[in-house]
């Protein structure tokens, strides 16, 4: 094994994946979203569309674990993550069409059973400072939901009748306002709730600066995330 590979086991499921500081590395929400898929019983052949794919990891867990009950499609913005999702599906022996779109500019001609994004959704600022390089998108607004927003308001013209979005809320936004956007215009399920402990440079050394009131909660001392997958359809 080169040192630019590195191995993940989801449930005995093991996949391989070239590492890219360039691109964004598979997190919590990430994970998150495979274990709210799991959810969902696949009884026929469904198209499905990776989007901010990143390493691709979604995608290529679903596809080697499902096999030839879906047809697997890669997006993002990023060259770099383009270029790694390519390299990651040959890497793990897998077919899938890989495409760098805005969001969804360049799927004009696809429709999907289920979408699942994994596009930035915390602010920009807090992305900005703590997480996010130069290289991986993150132009999510100073409110964390404008790429969100985007996606959820647009994803309906890209499902099949009967699909649906699998899409993250994280407590580093305004994510009262995306709940209510949400609610006025779609039907929804919260598949997932996670709570995670903020990372200690988030609010020492004064940084809290970054963050609004309801961003993260204090309990018992300790400061408190969240993240919540949700099912949106209409």
């Avoid at 994004?117 to 964390?144: E, L, T, V």
């Avoid at 404008?146 to 499902?159: C, G, M, P, R």
């Amino acid at each position: 094994m080169t040192k630019n590979i590195y191995d993940i086991e989801i449930e005995g499921l093991k996949i391989k994946l070239f590492r890219n500081s360039k691109v964004f590395t598979p997190n919590l929400t990430t994970f998150s979203l495979i274990e709210a898929f799991k959810k969902y019983k696949i009884k026929k052949k469904i198209k499905i569309l990776d989007l901010g794919s990143g390493s691709g990891v979604i995608g290529i867990y679903i596809k080697k674990k499902y096999k030839n009950k879906v047809d697997i499609y890669f997006s993002d913005y990023s060259s770099h993550a383009v270029k790694l999702i390519t390299k990651n599906i040959k890497l793990n022996k897998i077919k899938g069409e890989v495409k760098k779109s805005d969001i969804f500019k360049n799927w004009s001609n696809e429709k999907f059973d289920i979408i699942i994004n994994d596009i930035s959704a915390i602010d920009q600022k807090i992305a900005k400072r703590f997480w996010y390089n130069q290289y991986i998108p993150h132009q999510c607004g100073d409110n964390g939901i404008e790429l969100s927003k985007k996606v959820i308001l647009n994803a309906k013209n890209y499902l099949n009748k009967k699909g649906f979005l699998l899409a993250p809320i994280i407590s580093l936004s305004n994510h009262k306002s995306l709940k209510k956007l949400i609610d006025k215009n779609f039907k929804s399920k919260i598949l997932l709730h996670k709570d995670w402990p903020a990372p200690k440079k988030l609010y020492k050394n004064n940084e809290n600066k970054y963050l609004k009131s309801d961003y993260i909660k204090k309990f018992f001392g300790v400061y408190i995330c969240f993240t919540q997958i949700y099912k949106i359809w209409t």
